[in-house]
């Protein structure tokens, strides 16, 4: 059960903070359950202030009281990260880390100590309990511990446990995602505006034509093409605007990017 553990958060930035304000405001965490270390000191007063959960710039103090260790820093300095807990971190203790392109296997080689670890990939719609996040698991861990991570990101959204060998296109996919998603919002609602619409009202249209489409893929669980077949009225007006993403490279430039992103995923945890 979560609701008896303790959970430090190594890194208070974006995802951090995304995953610890869900988790207060669903109740599935209590603040005096949460501990978050940060090198800066005005993260650290931030979290202490916003939401009243205890913090360190000292990682090992964090990581020596928790249960669950989150690591939620930049890939490039895991290593760093890592040999400031080393000594602090002991066999019952869970790791937990979301950092893109860092390998199961490097973490473990890290820590040294055998223990428990689970490579997790959210996303930034864990703000808004809208998130995917994907687990995978490493040698030392067991069912129980797979629990607690879906117990934990089940809280933000959705979770789905795959093999570590899809986690780079998991990443640019995933977790890069929701980015394509605006850049098409933007660019759609400057369409509208260019007809004519207000920017607000275009980008409410826009908004929530996505969200209902991306509603009607996963919940209907027809073909994408076939559900904009449907949309597609011989010589009516979606066709014409269908020919014109199709002479941009749309979804050349779509496959391309998610393509592109893996490979630089498969580069992060190297450097
Ligand atoms: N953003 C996303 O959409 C997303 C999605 C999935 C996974 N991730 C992964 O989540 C991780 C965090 O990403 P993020 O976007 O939250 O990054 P971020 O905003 O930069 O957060 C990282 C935080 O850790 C702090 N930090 C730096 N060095 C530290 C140290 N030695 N000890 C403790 N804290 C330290 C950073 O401070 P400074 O800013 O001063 O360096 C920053 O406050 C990354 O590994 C990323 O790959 C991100």
Same mark, same amino acid.
């Not at 260790?69 to 930049?74: M, N, P």
């Not at 995917?132 to 129980?144: C, I, P, Q, R, Y």
């Not at 093999?163 to 850049?183: R, W």
């Not at 559900?227 to 009516?236: E, N, Q, S």
């Given at each position: #059960? ?12 974006? #995802? ?13 965490? *209590? ?15 931030? !979290? ?44 019952? *203790?869970?790791?937990?880390?979301? #950092? ?5 296997? *490097? ?40 629990? !607690? ?66 509603? #009607? ?55």
């Amino acid at each position: #059960m979560l609701k008896e553990k303790k959970i430090a958060v190594i890194g208070g930035g974006k #995802m951090g903070e995304t995953l610890i304000s869900r988790l207060l405001s669903t109740k599935t965490l *209590q603040k005096d359950q949460l501990f978050v270390s940060d090198k800066n000191a005005s993260r650290i007063a931030h !979290f202490e202030e916003k939401y009243e959960v205890k913090g360190s710039t000292d990682n090992s103090d964090a990581a020596r009281q928790a249960d669950i260790i989150l690591l939620a820093v930049k890939p490039q300095i895991a290593h760093k990260v890592i040999a400031s807990i080393r000594e602090s971190i002991h066999p019952e *203790q869970l790791v937990i880390s979301i #950092m893109a392109g860092y390998t199961l296997k *490097q973490l473990q080689e890290g820590l040294v100590l055998p223990l428990p670890v689970i490579r997790a990939m959210p996303n930034t719609p864990c703000e808004i309990g809208a998130g995917m996040t994907v687990l995978a698991s490493g040698n030392e861990t067991n069912g129980e511990h797979i629990k !607690f991570a879906e117990e934990l990101f089940g809280a933000v959204g959705k979770t789905l446990v795959l093999d570590e060998k899809y986690f780079d296109a998991v990443t640019a996919l995933s977790a890069s995602g929701p980015a394509y998603i605006y850049m098409v919002i933007e660019a759609l609602a400057e369409g509208g505006v260019k007809c004519g619409l207000p920017r607000d009202v275009s980008t409410t249209l826009v908004a929530q034509a996505c969200l209902g489409a991306s509603r #009607m893929v996963a919940e209907t669980h027809h073909h994408p093409a076939i559900l904009k077949d449907h949309v597609t009225t011989p010589a009516g007006c979606t066709i014409d605007g269908l020919l014109k993403l199709e002479e941009g490279g749309l979804r050349v430039t779509l496959i391309k990017a998610v393509d592109e992103a893996a490979r630089r995923a498969k580069e992060l945890g190297k450097e």
